[in-house]
């Protein structure tokens, strides 16, 4: 629906464009005063007419846009939400476990290790806390994980034989999304990090940081997006969430005005994780066409 929106505003823009080009010369006579100004005088009102058109039809189809992103963020949360819920249920009923932030080549040692307490990612320029303030002052150089690096070696965290510790941060971690999925991003942030730092041992946590990570970039708050993002990646490049960070850490670098660098992340994108969901390769191709990568 987003899109015939769109689309007919765009033939609204060409009709308009014609009708000011080419109008009856009934009508251009009753404008210029029956045909008695000058030519020049007449070019420029109609010119004038143009630009105003333009840039209110401009207007209408860049809010149609953010109307059209809005929508697709909020299915990708919502596609989200469905399947925390569906691991749930598989885990509650013994199932198995949750497995998509874990690699499929180790039965022992999973891909969901917690972040140092103080962790830095090199966002060009040297090392620099992914918690800081300000912003980089050299280009961001992207440098991908050694191949294996996965980030390893924590256990699940403790939990009593009844699941009290599963349950618990299960609860938070929902309590957190739905905040999310409400649009309250101020309160989301808050119970993202306090997740984090409840749980640093679970499996959500690489779900939670992207989450935090993404309610800094839904506020416009880039710098912040993007260390939240690349600390993500850095972390878990076999996590669930591994393709989607990569993509919105060239967006947030592209929100800086970063384009070169965002160009080098999305490019990561389309090599590393080919096989990664249709609608994160598409956003990310149609992020390279729109930067010029």
């Known amino acids: 629906m987003a899109h015939g929106i769109v689309r007919s505003a765009f033939f609204g823009f060409v009709f308009g464009l014609l009708v000011v080009l080419a109008g009856p010369a009934s009508v251009q006579a009753q ?14 009102i109609r010119l004038q007419q143009l630009e105003t058109q333009i840039r209110s039809l401009t207007g209408q189809i860049e809010e149609q846009n953010h109307k059209i992103q809005s929508l697709e963020e909020e299915l990708q949360r919502q596609t989200d939400d469905m399947m925390l819920r569906i691991r749930d249920l598989e885990a509650r009923s013994g199932g198995g476990a949750v497995r ?3 690699s499929s080549t180790s039965s022992s040692t999973p891909d969901y290790a917690p972040p140092a307490s103080e962790d830095t990612y090199d966002y060009g320029g040297g090392s620099q806390s ?8 050299q280009p961001f150089q992207y440098r991908p994980p050694a191949r294996g690096d996965s980030g390893a070696g924590s256990s699940l965290g403790t939990m009593d034989s009844s699941g009290k510790a599963s349950d618990s941060a299960a609860a938070d971690y929902e309590r957190a999304f739905s905040l999310l999925k409400e649009s309250k991003f101020d309160q989301a942030e808050v119970e993202f990090s306090r997740f984090m730092k409840t749980y640093p041992d679970h499996i959500l946590y690489s779900n939670a940081l992207y989450w935090y990570g993404e309610t800094f970039y839904v506020r416009g708050n880039y710098d912040k997006a993007a260390r939240t993002f690349a600390e993500g990646y850095k972390n878990y490049p076999k996590g669930s969430k591994a393709a989607d960070n990569l993509l919105k850490l060239g967006m947030s670098l592209s929100g800086l005005g970063k384009n070169d660098d965002a160009c080098v992340a999305l490019r990561q994108l389309q090599d590393e994780y080919s096989k990664a969901a249709g609608p994160v390769l598409r956003r990310g191709k149609q992020e390279m066409n729109r930067l010029g990568c």
Do not use: F, I, K, R
Not at 31 to 44: I, K, L, M, R, T
Not at 130 to 137: I, L, Q, W
């Open 100 to 102: 998509d932030d874990m």
């Open 31 to 44: 404008s210029y005063g029956g045909g008695g100004g000058s030519p020049a005088a007449a070019n420029e």
């Open 130 to 137: 992914v918690t800081g303030e300000s912003a980089p002052s």
